[in-house]
Every structure is written in C-alpha cells, then in structure tokens.
C-alpha cells in the first residue's frame, strides 16, 4: 500500500493533474483582465452602489459554493437564459465541458484577485502619477509607465492566489459540470470520486499529497514575488 | 459593549446552550440511508413516531459516501445502504452488529427522460442510446461506487453499449443528484430508480431494465456496532414489519 502512494503518477492521474491546470490557467487568464478594472474602479473611483459592487465582488467568498454552482447551472445550463444564447449564437457549450468548470473556477476566484490587485493599486503614491501628468505624459502613458507597474505586485499576487483558488475549486464545480472524467474531473472532484471506491484509498492519499504541494507552493511563490518586487515596501497581502 | 446588549447576549448564550441538551434527550435513533430512499424514510420516520418513539435523525447520501462515513466512525445506529457490496464491506470491516443484517426492499432500474424534451430510444440489446441522446448526456450515479451507477454501467454493459455510451455518461454523487439534471433537462436521459421516476413530475419513464441485466437491486439494513440509542433495533424491526413494508409498497418499492 506505501509503494502505492509514493509510486510515480499512473497517466490517468497526469491527465487529472493536466487538466487541473489547464482550467485553473484558463480560468485566470479569462478572469484577470475584468478583476483589474473592477480593482481599479473600486480603488480609484467613487460611483452610486458602490458598496454593492464591492459586495457583489465579495460574495463568491461567503456565499456557499452549491449555491453559485446552481445559479450557474440556472443561467449557463442548456436551459438557462445565457446558456442558450451561446449555444444558438456560438455553439459554445459550457455545461458538463472544461470550459464549464473554468468559469466556475473564474467565479470562486474573482473576490480573491479584486482584493488582492486592488490593495496595490491603493498603495500607489498618486503623487506620482499627477507628477508626470505636470510634465506632459498622458493618461495612457502615465497608466502603462507607473500605475501599472507599481500595481504589480498585487497583479501577480492575485493570479497566483487566483490559481491555487481555481486548483481546489470542488462546490461550484460539481453542482454545475458534475463529474464528466477528461472534461470535468479535476483534482478535488477526482479525490472525492477516490473517496467513494472501496479501495480508493491510495489514490486519495496520493491526490491530497499532490494538491497540499501545489497549494502550498503557490502560496509560498505569490510571496516570494510580491516580496521581491516590492522591494521590501508595502506588502499586498 | 453596552450592558443592555450584553444582557441579551447572555441570554442569547443561555438559550443556545440549553436547548441541544434537552433536545439530546428525546432525539431518535440516527440513521443513515442511501439517497433513493430519501421520501420514504421520511414518511416511515412520521409513522413510527406516531406510534410513541422519539423521531429519528434521517441522514442521506450516495451508499458509498455513507460507507466511508461509517468505516470513519460515524457515531450513527442503522445504515441502510442501497446494494449488498456496500453493506458487505462495512460487515467484512466488523462495523455492524451480528444478525442485524435484513434486506427491507427490493426496487427496479429505469431509463428516464425530461417530459418536457423527451428523447425516444427502445430498450434492448445493442439499443441505440448514444445515438438518442445525441449532443446531450446521460446522468446517472458514479458508475465505479454509487450503487445506482453500479446496476447502470451493469445493465448497459449487458445490453452491449457501454463502451459506446460511457463517454457521454455524467456522474452524480448520487442517483437523485442525476434524476436533478433530467429534472431540469441538462441532460436528456438519466438512469435511476423506478420509484426515483415516480417521486418526480418532471421526468417520464423511457424504458425498464430488464431484470437479467443487472444484479438483483436489494437494501439491506443493519444496525451499528457503535449504535448506541436504545430504540434503534425498533426502527430496524417497524422497517421489516407488515407496517413498514406497506409503506415501502406506497412509495413503488418491492418486496425484497
């Protein structure tokens, strides 16, 4: 049984492993440029429901995760509003697919990322930006050359958190894409599907050994950046 | 904090601390059943409960999850799993008492699909299901554990279509969980209980394995090791007589 656990992953476990990371990836690449906008507006801008925008943001965080699978289910299955349209206009389907569980993932994530870009873009010393806007830059150049570099680190640090978020996203994911192996089983949904084998267990082991690492080594890595490029200044998280 | 509001607090706390414990005192038996049985219990919970017992505390899920639970230490009284297998491997693990095992009923596996989209597809061997189902999927439990999924990949293997349907195949953690995405239409042919089918309005029946093609579908009780409540054995008992059977036929259950 320990020669199990310790034995090099089987190529179906790669497969899981593979296509963990690539709806976690996928989930943040598609997801980070809004975060940085709603990031921005909420850092930077003073607008009516604003309390409610930063709620709206937040509640992913608190809200139970059945609960965002089966309002995604309500509005992207094959009957939901959203769902029918994209699979009439597009033919893009996202229930029981990958790409279903990488919106799901995106969703879990965004509270963390907003949070996390928005504290940097915060610690932005506007003095700066109003600095270079005296001698002639424009709004652009000014966003490109010193906000968004300065932001950085919170930007970095939101697409680490957010893809460690997405590695252990299970709640929304299952509710909404259910278990479809090579499409929907990522790594939790295969530990959970481990759990109800008779003889399960080694993988489980196996599988939690993985994820605990992966988990870990983001988080550890998402600090060592921000330290690193904030120069022992503000720290973001 | 203010007093006043300190006050309510307390109070708060008091009550909060009182309650479980009387409650504890006239708290039923726990038990643990598989999903499919989900309706029935609770009416059967109501019945005995009339007849002077405290209720029982009703918990289900896939037999599986229930297993797993059990083989954990659940501190639970009776598991009513939904196929031998499981209860098999929690009696092999000396989880159960001796001679409490019994098999309370028996059940049939059909084919269902939405009422509202229905697909067509004739049951029979090398019958054409993937081809009904077309871009849309089949529900049904974790064919590798749950026992529902278990009777299903069984009756499909039989049937000769397995390896051609398994890549459309959703898996559930339980079978009402697949019945839930027939319900709803997400996916245009599930496999559940006959009595699933008959709990649910949304969905019709599209055909009935046939008994051959998969292993006898039985629920077996049995109560605990660590069961500890003095009325659990009571329960176990009104499931296997006259009365409890009669509710099990109310709700399209078998004999066992």
Do not use: C, F, I
């Given at each position: 049984m320990s020669s199990d656990i310790y034995a090099a992953l089987s190529p179906e476990e790669w497969s899981i492993l593979a296509l963990s990371l690539k709806v976690s990836l996928v989930a943040v690449a598609a997801i980070l440029p809004a975060c940085f906008c709603i990031a921005w507006m909420l850092a930077r801008w003073r607008f009516p429901g604003k309390l409610l925008v930063d709620a709206l943001v937040h509640l992913p965080l608190v809200l139970p995760p059945v609960v965002t699978g089966w309002l995604l289910l309500l509005l992207f299955g094959m009957n939901g509003p959203i769902g029918r349209w994209l699979s009439d206009v597009f033919g893009i389907t996202l229930l029981f697919r990958w790409t279903g569980a990488a919106l799901a993932a995106a969703i879990m994530a965004v509270p963390l990322m907003v949070r996390a870009i928005r504290l940097s873009i915060e610690a932005i010393d506007t003095r700066l930006e109003s600095a270079a806007a005296t001698l002639g830059a424009s709004r652009l150049r000014i966003f490109f050359t010193i906000s968004l570099p300065l932001a950085l680190p919170g930007v970095l640090a939101a697409i680490i958190l957010g893809f460690a978020r997405s590695l252990g996203e299970f709640g929304a994911t299952i509710t909404f894409v259910s278990d479809v192996p090579g499409e929907t089983r990522t790594l939790p949904i295969a530990i959970y599907a481990a759990m109800q084998m008779p003889d399960g267990e080694a993988m489980v082991t196996r599988f939690a050994i993985l994820s605990t690492m992966l988990s870990l080594g983001a988080l550890m890595l998402s600090e060592i950046m921000v330290r690193r490029i904030a120069h022992g200044g503000r720290h973001v998280i | 904090m203010k007093p006043p509001f300190l006050r309510a607090f307390c109070a708060l706390l008091l009550l909060l601390s009182a309650n479980p414990s009387s409650a504890a005192n006239d708290r039923g038996p726990v038990i643990l059943a598989a999903a499919s049985l989900q309706d029935v219990l609770a009416v059967a919970a109501v019945e005995w409960a009339r007849q002077g017992h405290a209720q029982p505390v009703l918990s289900f899920a896939g037999s599986s999850a229930l297993a797993r639970q059990i083989r954990a230490g659940a501190p639970a009284d009776l598991f009513i799993s939904a196929d031998e297998d499981w209860m098999d491997i929690v009696e092999k693990g000396g989880l159960i008492q001796p001679r409490t095992r019994a098999d309370i009923a028996g059940n049939q596996l059909v084919l269902v699909t939405p009422i509202r989209q229905p697909a067509q597809v004739k049951m029979g061997r090398g019958m054409p299901i993937a081809r009904a189902l077309g871009s849309s999927r089949l529900a049904m439990a974790d064919p590798d554990s749950v026992p529902a999924g278990k009777y299903g990949k069984a009756a499909l293997t039989q049937l000769g279509v397995w390896t051609a349907v398994s890549p459309k195949v959703v898996r559930a953690e339980n079978v009402r969980a697949a019945l839930a995405l027939v319900e709803r239409g997400e996916a245009r042919l599930g496999i559940v209980y006959a009595t699933d089918a008959r709990a649910s309005r949304k969905v019709r029946i599209a055909g009935i394995f046939p008994?051959?093609?998969?292993?006898p579908i039985r629920y077996p009780v049995a109560r605990l090791r660590t069961s500890r409540h003095a009325d659990a054995d009571a329960f176990r008992t009104f499931l296997l007589s006259p009365k409890g059977r009669a509710v099990l036929a109310r709700y399209g259950f078998s004999a066992p």
């Open positions: - | 008994a051959w093609t998969h292993p």
